[in-house]
């Protein structure tokens, strides 16, 4: 197909060569290449995987006849359909799995392949170069190499551009920061949280002049940003936007001036579904080149808009607004992705506490606090309490427990009378109080 063969010659050149191209590229074209990829994927889809073509024979949909979205009515895939059928999308046998978690509790299982993977280390490669990162930068990565997906396709995206890496993973900021020095670094890759824990260390300590503090997997708090900025001088934050599901960048901010995350229309054709009166409604993507698993008008449960005004860096994608929040009960805190059930979890085996709870996620300055809110009977003393509910954390959710121990957040206790926490009918489990920004 010609628009999968333009991107196969753009992205055997150089990094640079793919940036520059890409400012210099027509919006025309990106929408005619978008919306042939479209066409392609849905019949691609229905071919060969045994989800979709139930689903269209079902609904029926012709997918020859689709040309765009809206071709497709009000069907959307959701991440419930991923988490009960995974292998139902599968168009072909697939390589690599990683999991995203989910507000059940229950875990998506996202499949790829090797070659996949590197075409998305292509893009991110030329992602990095359009923002000025350069061959003399020396990067460390410290996104987390696990289950997840971060740290894998950063390295890719830094292996494809020939960078050089200090491939760190989430570990103890400490311990990368004593390499800083050694290694020259002018980049630092990396979850807020972690990043934000970094930060304190080099202003107690003495920082080093940084070029760029590329962040993303989860949100910035306020005034972090200036923050890392100064203490960091001469350095500018960057914001990236990305899921498991998605696999790649949805978005990313390429430049001081863009305030707003450019949509990568080469791999993805976002939507907004059922958008309020002032544009802002989920988002929705099709994966465009995936064969694999292809996702088609995916509702990922965050909440944003699109604007179609070209951007005052002359880049022509398509911009999307920083995430308002999310639509389910999930709530993505430095501590990750959290669900009712987790507490629900950790808390059940802790005796002294009744079943009425509450987590609420604040912010404190810079530094996220998770605030827990517990009918506590007589007897139980501080101590013990805090003994208990950490050894649960621990063995229940040892993620969690070690974002904790790394210092990216914050635990509190606040006692409560048996009785009293509930209200009304219904207690609310999980509240998030921040102003959320992405």
């Not at 010609?2 to 191209?21: E, K, M, Q, V, Y």
């Not at 450019?262 to 989920?282: C, K, M, Q, S, T």
């Amino acid at each position: 197909m010609l628009a999968r063969f333009f991107d196969d010659i753009t992205l055997n050149f150089s990094p640079w060569f793919s940036a520059g191209l890409a400012r210099k590229i027509p919006r025309s074209v990106y929408d005619w290449k978008r919306a042939e990829l479209f066409r392609y994927t849905v019949r691609y889809a229905y071919r060969h995987s045994k989800f979709y073509r139930k689903k269209f024979d079902l609904l029926g949909i012709d997918p020859r006849k689709v040309k765009t979205p809206s071709d497709l009515g009000d069907f959307f895939t959701t991440p419930e359909d991923v988490i009960s059928g995974a292998e139902d999308f599968l168009c072909r046998r697939p390589q690599i799995v990683f999991e995203s978690s989910g507000t059940t509790g229950k875990n998506k299982r996202i499949y790829y392949s090797y070659d996949e993977i590197d075409r998305i280390g292509k893009y991110n490669a030329a992602g990095l170069a359009l923002g000025g990162v350069t061959h003399d930068d020396r990067i460390v990565n410290a996104f987390d190499f696990c289950i997840w997906i971060p740290g894998l396709i950063s390295h890719k995206g830094l292996e494809k551009g020939c960078f050089f890496e200090l491939a760190a993973g989430k570990i103890d900021p400490a311990e990368v920061y004593k390499r800083i020095g050694v290694y020259n670094i002018t980049v630092l890759m990396g979850e807020p949280t972690w990043l934000i824990k970094l930060t304190e260390i080099a202003e107690k300590k003495g920082s080093y002049p940084l070029k760029f503090i590329i962040a993303g997997a989860e949100h910035m708090p306020e005034g972090a940003r200036a923050w890392m900025e100064e203490v960091w001088k001469p350095a500018r934050v960057r914001m990236v936007y990305g899921t498991v599901e998605a696999g790649g960048i949805l978005g990313f901010e390429a430049f001081e001036e863009c305030k707003a995350y450019h949509v990568d229309e080469n791999n993805f054709y976002l939507e907004i579904a059922d958008p309020d009166r002032e544009g802002y409604g989920e988002i929705a993507y099709t994966t465009l080149g995936r064969t694999t698993m292809p996702l088609i008008r995916y509702k990922n449960r965050d909440i944003s808009r699109l604007s179609d005004k070209i951007c005052e860096c002359g880049l022509p994608y398509r911009k999307l607004e920083r995430l308002r929040g999310r639509s389910d009960e999930m709530v993505v805190a430095s501590g990750g992705n959290l669900y009712p059930l987790m507490f629900e979890d950790v808390l059940k085996g802790v005796d002294c506490v009744t079943t009425d709870w509450q987590v609420v996620i604040k912010s404190r300055g810079m530094k996220e606090v998770m605030e827990l809110n517990l009918e506590v009977r007589n007897g139980c003393a501080d101590e013990t309490l805090r003994e208990r509910v950490f050894s649960r954390i621990k063995s229940c959710y040892p993620d969690l427990w070690k974002n904790y121990s790394l210092g990216t957040f914050e635990i509190e206790f606040v006692r409560h009378p048996a009785g009293s926490l509930r209200a009304g009918r219904k207690l609310l489990r999980l509240v998030d109080r921040r102003r959320v920004q992405y």
